[in-house]
């Protein structure tokens, strides 16, 4: 079956009762069982039933299997955040002592926690330019616990190598997770590229039209031990596991993904070839554009589309927030991937507490604006771009 068809007709693991099309909200925490043998098969993992709804609840299954099936993973897990699922994924492979081989280019919240938090407590980041496979390399060692990436980082727009790191990776028995939020998961097949783990952040795509937020941590089986500590060490003790109520809107977000993705990176590739017409504009990133330096690699990757992020250049970190001011069209607001377009200045928000010196070394410029593009008519997009670029507009109060 294509994957549109696996996304929407994948059957329940107990049919309802009444014959509900639509996935029903569990609404509880607790369930009943027939006797005691059964309650102890249940809450010591003999037989598959749910026990408490912390760790595993019908809705939430539901969408579970959904990814499983249209992934080829061996399990999946959903968490109630795209960071719960990152934290939730590195804990478990990491301890005390172990380090974690990554790139200065992340998401400014997953770099705090690998450069910060998890440091505090004794897991030491190693980071490292990701294209430069000699220095990855180099960089792994006996401690190592992982190679932990973004497939297409964010804002820096940068692409690595996967199968070339999977080599390293597997030559000295560590997994490589890769965080594939950009493009989703139905556009790639990062297991036959030798990714291990994959981490989503449902919020983006799947949640169609930015209803809830949620986490997949997709695991294809290359690690045994590692679904294990997910499933009963991580939701146990950490109790981050998806609400009912998310995976309710984000299953029927999934059903829609794939109409909805295409829509947004037909739109995000015409505005990014659009956008290089203007002379206002110093520079447009978006490894959908053939001259673009990672192209060539990202296509190999992840085939036909690049996703439905871009940025773009202007002359100084005043022109991007009097551009910001001037728009009328395109919403001034954080997360990707929204039915609307969004516009962000990355430096002064995400990575807004990151002193100049480390925004240097992340290449996070004050001249960058993130466009999120969304559903609206690409050519209604970019009218509002333009009269946003022009100095003569006035500026919403």
């Known amino acids: 079956m294509q994957k549109q068809t696996i996304a929407i007709d994948t059957p329940f693991a107990r049919a309802d009762v009444y014959g509900s099309l639509a996935v029903p909200i569990y609404n509880n925490v ?15 993992n003999r037989i598959d039933a749910p026990d408490y709804a912390r760790v595993e609840n019908p809705t939430v299954t539901n969408l579970e299997l959904r990814v499983r099936a249209l992934t080829g993973a061996a399990n999946v897990t959903a968490f109630n955040s795209g960071m719960a699922a990152i934290s939730n994924a590195l804990l478990a492979v990491a301890a005390q002592g172990k380090n974690i081989v990554t790139s200065r280019h992340l998401f400014g919240n997953t770099l705090s926690l ?63 997770i890769a965080d594939s939020t950009i493009i989703p998961f139905t556009e790639t097949d990062l297991k036959s590229l030798g ?45 981050a596991y998806m609400t009912p109520q998310a995976a309710y809107m984000q299953t029927l977000g999934l059903e829609t993904l794939d109409v909805r993705y295409h829509r947004q990176a037909f739109n995000a590739a015409w505005l990014a070839d659009a956008l290089r017409d203007e002379s206002r504009i110093r520079r447009v990133n978006y490894v959908g554009l053939a001259d673009n330096p990672f192209h060539v690699l990202a296509k190999r990757q992840f085939g036909e589309t690049a996703g439905a ?89």
């Open 114 to 176: 690998i450069a910060g938090t998890l440091l505090r407590f004794g897991i030491k980041p190693r980071l490292r330019d990701l294209t430069d496979i000699a220095a990855v390399e180099a960089a792994v060692d006996d401690d190592t616990c992982c190679i932990y990436l973004e497939i297409v980082t964010n804002p820096q727009l940068e692409v690595a190598d996967l199968r070339a790191l999977a080599e390293v990776a597997h030559r000295r028995g560590v997994p490589l």
């Open 309 to 397: 992020m871009l940025t773009i250049d202007l002359d100084s970190k005043e022109q991007c927030f009097a551009f910001l001011n001037r728009l009328r069209l395109v919403h001034r607001a954080t997360n990707l991937f929204d039915n609307r377009t969004l516009a962000i200045h990355p430096a002064s928000t995400i990575f807004g507490n990151f002193a100049p010196n480390e925004l240097a070394r992340m290449d996070v410029r004050q001249t960058t604006i993130r466009l999120s593009v969304g559903l609206e008519a690409p050519e209604d997009i970019l009218a509002d771009i333009r009269q946003a670029l022009d100095p003569s507009t006035r500026e919403e109060a």
């Open 195 to 239: 990714v291990d783990i994959e981490i989503v952040s449902s919020t983006k795509y799947i949640s169609g039209g930015a209803t809830s937020l949620g986490g997949l941590v997709i695991d294809y089986g290359t690690f045994p031990e590692f679904n294990k500590r997910v499933k009963y060490e991580m939701l146990f003790n950490l109790g």
């Open 30 to 44: 607790a369930f009943e069982f027939q006797d005691a043998q059964v309650m102890s098969d249940a809450f010591c």
